[in-house]
């Protein structure tokens, strides 16, 4: 309903306003001149979306063959994961969201060879192109028992958990 949506675009302007960490174009991609690190022309900018973007992740290595020099940029935003390809004219291109997880841990983003690995609610996500799957879903229903580990109680001691606090996870 239009009071639902409208209940939205408040919310997300509150959150905006105590977000000490936003910027004006906090959905925008900036992209400096080439060979000018101090110049970003308009041009070289992308929208992604309305969502608010809160990392960047790089896939370093090509897609599909063929595509030397055109791995994405992934954004990660409060609206999901956007892929950013590189256009014609060399600057970003973003065109429509990869999928609506929401990444739960910027920090937690971790590049590996040719893909990028994030956490959601849901479990962990592997993100290879504008594919994406939940690499945690074959864990649901496998209990682990970390206090089985061979060092566990050492880990726990540096972290000052209760033992009782991380048993199964």
């Given at each position: 309903s ?5 209940n ?5 302007y509150?959150?905006?306003k105590?977000?000490?960490?936003a ?8 992209v ?25 992740a ?7 063959e063929g595509q030397f020099?055109?791995?994405?940029l992934?954004?990660?935003?409060d609206e999901?994961?956007w892929?950013?390809?590189?256009g014609?004219e060399g ?7 990869a999928n ?8 937690g ?5 040719d893909?990028?690995?994030y956490?959601?609610?849901?479990g962990i ?16 229903g496998c209990?682990?028992n970390?206090m089985?580990m061979?060092y ?8 000052q958990?209760?033992?009782g606090?991380?048993?199964?996870i």
């Open positions: 239009s009071e639902e949506e409208w939205n675009i408040v919310s997300k509150e959150n905006y105590t977000n000490t960490h910027l004006p174009y906090s959905s925008v991609v900036k400096s001149e080439a060979e000018n690190p101090l110049v970003f022309p308009a041009k070289n900018s992308v929208q992604v979306g309305s969502s608010v973007i809160s990392a960047l790089a896939n370093t290595r090509p897609i599909s020099g055109e791995a994405p992934y954004a990660f935003t999901g994961v892929v950013l390809m590189l014609e600057t970003y291109v973003a065109r429509q969201p609506r997880e929401i990444c739960s841990n910027p920090n983003i971790l590049q590996i060879d893909a990028v690995l956490p959601t609610n849901r996500m592997m993100q290879q192109g504008r594919n994406s799957i939940c690499i945690t879903d074959q864990l649901d209990p682990f970390f089985e061979k566990a109680k050492q880990i726990i001691a540096t972290n958990t209760g033992s606090e991380i048993s199964y």
